[in-house]
């Protein structure tokens, strides 16, 4: 396999791995296995009954749910192959390539940020689903996924020599956007870890208000203490909506920059067509995580949608990193 077929495997594998870890945090299994890295002491979960009722005995606060247990270890599993690839990434590019784009420094920070994921995920178990841990797990493996598409575009030389008449402005719009994405993913993510995605059960209202009622202190208090079961959230039903909230008012902010930059993106065509497609896609990346957000609250948080939603999130912090990587290896044109 190539280097660039080895990245863009792994881009894969990791996009499947933050739908698996939506898919485990919103279906309640977050600790479906109370301990890491085994579940019940076991490398799978145990379904004899002589194992079941040993495990039973050992976490008496928490019995074997048999398919919770299974979503948990699905996700350690395939997080696990995801690490063994970055890894396998950062050994090849060890070896000497013809290719002058090779990443050598990029994927052994994968290993590192990859190493440290193993950590968040282990607390996010042993300190009972803090939602600070928890958000800065979803944040670890989107940060993952967001390099490895860097390191993607990079070393096959994509977006080479495309032009522009002005790289500064272009460069300063498409990186604010990416800073103020990376914002509203940790909104998205805070509301997550807190269960407030039901806390606006209405739209476009919530709770009937336009401005509902508020506690930002509470809501963004970021450390409650150990020894707290976080499981199902701690917060009052205002702090819970001050959190959703907030996600909507990011949600709209990041909809007008966005848009702004795809009008910028379009106008570029002058000089190089090629820039039209890639505001096109940004336009529909955005246009279907709007569409999966909303329709997470009109239909009251389905599983299926919720997990898309996070996936559309993925796929559009792609398009916009591919966008920065676009204008940075613009050429100016005049």
């Keep these: 396999m190539s280097r660039f077929n080895l990245n ?15 898919f485990v945090r919103l279906s309640d299994a977050g600790l479906g296995c109370p301990d890491w890295p085994g579940c019940y002491g076991h490398l799978d979960v145990p379904t004899a009954q ?5 495990a039973n005995e050992r976490f008496a606060h928490r019995p074997v749910e048999a398919p919770k247990a299974w979503k948990e270890m699905i996700h350690r599993y395939a997080a696990g192959a995801l690490g063994l690839m970055i890894l396998t990434m950062a050994l090849a590019s060890l070896r000497r390539s013809n290719n ?46 967001a390099l490895l598409g860097w390191c993607l575009y990079r070393q096959g030389n994509l977006f080479s020599g495309w032009q522009t008449p002005s790289r500064r402005g272009l460069r300063i719009m498409a990186g604010s956007a990416l800073t103020l994405l990376i914002g509203q993913i940790f909104l998205g993510a805070w509301t997550s870890t807190n269960y407030a995605a039901m806390a606006c ?19 963004f208090t970021l450390w409650h203490g ?3 079961n976080y499981e199902y959230g701690i917060l009052d039903s205002v702090p819970r909506a001050t959190i959703h909230w907030a996600h909507r008012l990011g949600a709209i902010v990041i909809a007008g920059v966005m ?13 190089d067509r090629r820039w039209r497609g890639i505001a096109a896609t940004l336009v529909a990346a955005l246009a279907l995580q709007i569409g999966l957000g909303i329709s997470t609250v009109v239909f009251h948080l389905p599983l299926p949608v919720a997990v898309a939603h996070n996936g559309g999130a993925a796929l559009l912090l792609l398009t916009v990193v591919a966008i920065n990587h676009a204008v940075w290896r613009a050429r100016e044109h005049v």
């Design 8 to 22: 863009l495997a792994t881009l894969c594998l990791a996009f499947i791995v933050i739908t698996l870890g939506a």
């Design 50 to 54: 002589a194992d079941v009722d040993m």
């Design 100 to 145: 002058a784009y090779q990443q050598r420094v990029l994927p052994w920070v994968l290993v590192v940020l990859v190493m440290f994921q193993a950590l968040l995920g282990m607390w996010t178990v042993t300190l009972l689903l803090k939602p600070l841990i928890v958000t800065g797990h979803l944040l670890g493996g989107m940060a993952t996924f």
């Design 201 to 219: 059960p209405d739209f476009p209202t919530c709770q009937t208000y336009w401005w509902p009622p508020t506690d930002w202190s509470t809501a």
């Design 226 to 228: 150990l020894g707290i």
């Design 259 to 271: 848009l702004a930059l795809a009008v910028t993106l379009w106008r570029q065509a002058g000089t």
